[in-house]
């Protein structure tokens, strides 16, 4: 596609509930990021895949977080039983090469805004 | 970690001003980048430097690396500039961990 597309936009959640959150990054694009962006903070790092490796997940904040790009496209981040300081925006961003072959532009999404109630 | 400082945190300006955003970061980096976040929106990757300056048609971007500075300029400014604006560092290992400050809120009144 012509962006990265993240889905779903918006999710509301109750505490305990599992989700499921989409990215699907600019076609050919080997780094995929997942940040997370709390109200009125700037995002931070969560996770980074080159091709469908994950080699980077020392942002995710608890195992209750799990990130996966099997074929090195489409990444999918889950989060097991839900709790409030969930709540965020989940961003997606992606870019053509590998993160450390030279530093690169990040295509972002345009997140996924998580409420858990 | 490299700690990522943005002043101002909120900045209103009438339409036609000249506009400064300025970033300051504690540990030297491999590359900085200037994002924009329209409300509601996603993040536009806006410049990406690691040395002097970049323009792109009304906005400048320029970087000082002894001074661990940058900054995003924007002349004759429009109410649709009206946006958060962000800096982010990566580590001079070339970590893929970008660190972000907190964005500066701008708003360009007509």
């Known amino acids: 596609g012509a962006g990265v597309s993240q889905s779903p936009r918006y999710k509301v959640a109750k505490r305990g509930q599992d989700v499921a959150l989409r990215c699907d990054p600019i076609?050919?694009?080997?780094?995929l990021f997942w940040y997370q962006q709390a109200l009125g903070q700037g995002p931070e790092f969560l996770t980074y895949f080159q091709n469908e490796a994950q080699l980077d997940k020392s942002g995710l904040p608890s195992d209750r977080f799990f990130a996966e790009r099997p074929e090195g496209s489409v990444s999918t981040l889950k989060i097991q039983r839900t709790q409030q300081e969930d709540s965020a925006v989940y961003l997606c961003a992606s870019s053509l090469m590998g993160w450390l072959d030279g530093a690169n532009v990040l295509t972002f999404g345009a997140g996924s805004r998580l409420t858990v109630l | 970690k490299n700690e990522v400082e943005q002043s101002p945190q909120n900045l209103t300006a009438q339409e036609g001003e000249f506009i400064t955003i300025n970033c300051s970061y504690s540990v030297g980096i491999s590359a900085l980048h200037w994002l924009q976040q329209h409300p509601g929106g996603g993040i536009v990757s806006l410049f990406m430097?690691?040395?002097g300056k970049k323009k792109h048609g009304r906005l400048i971007a320029t970087i000082n690396i002894q001074e661990k500075h940058s900054s995003l300029h924007i002349t004759a400014s429009h109410p649709r500039d009206s946006a958060v604006y962000i800096c982010?560092?990566?580590?001079?290992?070339?970590?893929?961990?970008?660190?972000f400050g907190k964005g500066m809120k701008l708003t360009v009144n007509p």
């Open positions: 076609s050919g694009h080997v780094s």
């Open positions: 982010a560092v990566g580590d001079q290992g070339g970590s893929e961990k970008l660190v």
């Open positions: 430097l690691s040395s």
